[in-house]
């Protein structure tokens, strides 16, 4: 079994790490902690990150030494059968105004842009968290020959709804923002919405497929 690194993050806040590289079984073993560890009175918030979970707790209440033990020891746990999240299709609009630096992933590639939009529309992809943004997921399962980095120069503005990549990965900007990810579409849905509930339309473990379509 894979170590799990425990780190301070301050007086009230443990993160517990693993090492790379990031995969959708690591993902999966720090959900199921994730889990377990929700259920102790004396943790009181739980962030998943990329390989990482952070967790938060009271020291005035709580001593972290007790927390960094009952880490380890739900972590030392079997593994469990854990079925992926629901299915959720994402309409794009690819290349244009709406995905400016489709080419540019193309070139990066060897590729066409439409053998990009083929390639990017082909996988189903697992949201291994949600950060940088309220709604902004990271996906998992890029296809290789897609991976480019991130541009140069960030932009000063990307429209919400903007579909990029970022290295090893694709995510969809959930509102306007600098941004420095390549950007190959756009979708109209809302991926956060603050009077909804939940808030996100997206949560770790839902699977993703992008369905192009026309302008």
Same mark, same amino acid.
């Given at each position: ?90 309409? #794009? ?22 053998? #990009? ?27 290789? %020959? ?11 503005? #990307?429209? %919400? ?51 192009? #379509?026309?302008?």
């Amino acid at each position: 079994m894979t170590s799990l690194a425990l780190h301070p993050l301050g007086e009230a806040a443990l993160c517990a790490s693993l090492p790379a590289p990031v995969t959708l079984a690591q993902q999966q073993r720090l959900w199921q902690l994730a889990e377990a560890l929700a259920r102790l009175p004396s943790v009181t918030g739980l962030t998943p990150g990329m390989n990482n979970l952070t967790l938060t707790f009271d020291p005035l209440h709580t001593d972290p030494a007790e927390v960094a033990a009952a880490v380890q020891s739900q972590w030392a746990a079997p593994a469990q059968e854990r079925a992926l999240g629901r299915l959720v299709e994402i309409p #794009v609009r690819y290349g244009g105004e709406a995905g400016p630096d489709l080419a540019e992933v193309a070139a990066h590639g060897g590729l066409s842009p439409d053998e #990009v939009v083929r390639r990017h529309t082909a996988s189903e992809y697992v949201v291994y968290f949600i950060g940088f943004q309220p709604g902004f997921a990271y996906l998992g399962g890029l296809d290789q %020959a897609l991976h480019t980095p991130r541009r140069a120069e960030p932009r000063v503005a #990307v429209p %919400a709804g903007s579909v990029g990549i970022g290295g090893a990965q694709t995510g969809i900007y959930p509102l306007a923002t600098p941004g420095g990810w390549q950007l190959i579409g756009r979708t109209d849905l809302a991926l956060f919405n603050p009077q909804a509930e939940p808030p996100t339309l997206l949560a770790p473990g839902d699977r993703v497929r992008f369905v192009a #379509v026309d302008a």
